[in-house]
């Protein structure tokens, strides 16, 4: 069967776009702020007679790189949240078999440059891989946890409540107030 495309109004698209803008207000308040150190420097820079180029690069500087950053990373955030409101609004509900449980281990090390001592910083993230039925077709698919006693309370016989959009399976949202209640551990505990 192939997937149909669902037709958005446009104000169903552009509640979705302003979700997912809502998402990154503090980021785009960060790259403000270095537009405006950059686009200050660069003032400054043209003030001077002499030496000012160096003021100027810098400034320019500091906006392009912050700018090319935000540009690089913001797209693929953006799309992110808007396919968690689009699913939020036409997704279906089932529930997920858990297939497999891990930990993705990032932990590293931060030395500290007034002394030679390592600082260990151990992070992880806790990973429940899925999989579900729909339209006779089997979809595999993962999803994150922040906090080590939600990971330890999902078992390999939990089942876990999912809403995914019918257009394209392999966009799904874990339904995680649902799972805290099942769990019966605080809503804040599984994200």
């Known amino acids: 069967m192939k997937n149909k495309k669902i037709k958005l109004t446009f104000n169903d698209r552009k509640q979705f776009i302003v ?6 207000l503090g980021l785009l308040g960060i790259w403000l702020v270095f537009i405006i150190f950059g686009a200050f ?13 160096l003021f100027m690069a810098f400034g320019f500087g500091f906006i392009l790189l912050s700018s090319a950053f935000i ?12 396919e968690q409101a689009l699913t939020k609004k036409y997704g279906s509900y089932t529930l997920a078999k858990i ?4 930990i993705d281990d990032y932990s590293h090390n931060l030395k ?9 910083v151990k992070t992880f993230l806790y ?9 006779n077709t089997t979809y595999s698919n993962e999803c994150y946890f922040e906090h080590e006693a ?4 999902i078992t390999t016989t939990t ?8 257009t394209n399976p392999n966009k799904i949202t874990v339904r995680r107030q649902k799972l805290s209640k099942q769990l019966g551990i605080k809503a804040q505990l599984c994200n």
């Open 127 to 135: 990973v429940i891989e899925f999989q579900f039925n729909y339209n």
């Open 159 to 166: 089942v876990l409540p999912i809403k995914f959009l019918k």
């Open 71 to 82: 540009l690089f990373t913001l797209p693929s955030s953006l799309q992110y949240y808007y």
């Open 19 to 24: 979700f997912a803008i809502k998402k990154h």
């Open 99 to 102: 297939t497999n449980k891990r």
């Open 150 to 153: 939600t990971f330890n309370a």
């Open 41 to 53: 420097f660069a003032y400054l820079g043209s003030k001077f007679k002499t030496d000012g180029t």
């Open 112 to 120: 500290n440059l007034d002394s030679s001592t390592n600082k260990r």
